[in-house]
């Protein structure tokens, strides 16, 4: 089955840094491309950031451009997103998701992160 | 890159049919045949409903169908259940960006 977990999320002040995990199981991780989603409260759903399978190609989002690091370990069936320069803007819950053909068809229980002081 | 437009809200009554469009431009939804659909209830993640503008996941009943006709994409659900009220997403692949997601569609079930 697969399965993909965050955690990581949490409050933070303005300025502040987090990173964010997603642990994945179930499937054979090296071979897939992965991404981050987040959806702030009460809005709709905005992509974030994308990584091959072999981590070699990289895109963000405008919005974390500079700020935000995706990257993965596929030895040990995880991804990551490093946050730095937080602003309160980008509380939201982070999903990280699974791309099989251009479309996202998993997708983890999602991780709170929230900037406030 | 913007997002994708959806209308805020559709509702239909049991066993009625309900549209939901999403438009966009000629560098996202015109330019690929790479429209997915996801079904959010609430608290809950989001689910592939359907990939590639008209194909279905297995398990996903065949009462969702997709379709395309030029910047603009839609999702049918047919035959309306109380369980499809939730939110839905359509999504495109945008090239180099690579995806933006829509505005969002409440569907409500009268």
């Known amino acids: 089955e697969v399965q993909l977990v965050e955690s990581g999320g949490g409050l933070v002040q303005p300025g502040g840094s987090l990173r964010l995990s997603c642990a994945a199981s179930?499937?054979?991780?090296?071979?897939?491309?992965m991404n981050w989603v987040r959806q702030a409260p009460g809005k709709g759903l905005e992509w974030v950031s994308y990584?091959?399978?072999?981590?070699?190609?990289?895109y963000y989002a405008d919005s974390v451009k500079g700020r935000f690091t995706i990257s993965r370990d596929n030895a040990k069936n995880s991804l990551y997103l490093q946050m730095n320069s937080l602003r309160a803007e980008d509380t939201a819950v982070y999903y990280c998701a699974r791309v099989v053909v251009s479309s996202f068809d998993y997708w983890g229980q999602g991780t709170l992160v929230t900037v406030s002081s | 890159q913007s997002a994708l437009t959806q209308p805020r809200s559709v509702s239909g009554s049991p066993g009625q049919s309900v549209t939901i469009s999403c438009t966009g431009t000629s560098s996202d939804v015109g330019g690929y045949n790479y429209v997915s659909w996801y079904q959010q209830h609430p608290g809950k993640a989001p689910k592939l409903m359907i990939y590639?503008?008209?194909k279905r996941p297995s398990g996903v009943p065949d009462r969702f169908s997709g379709s395309k006709s030029g910047n603009t994409a839609s999702l049918t659900i047919s035959g309306l259940q109380a369980e499809d009220e939730a939110d839905y997403y359509c999504c495109s692949y945008a090239g180099s960006y690579p995806f933006v997601f829509g505005t969002g569609t409440k569907v409500t079930v009268l």
């Open positions: 590639d503008v008209s």
């Open positions: 179930g499937f054979t991780f090296s071979s897939y491309e």
């Open positions: 990584i091959s399978s072999s981590g070699s190609t990289i």
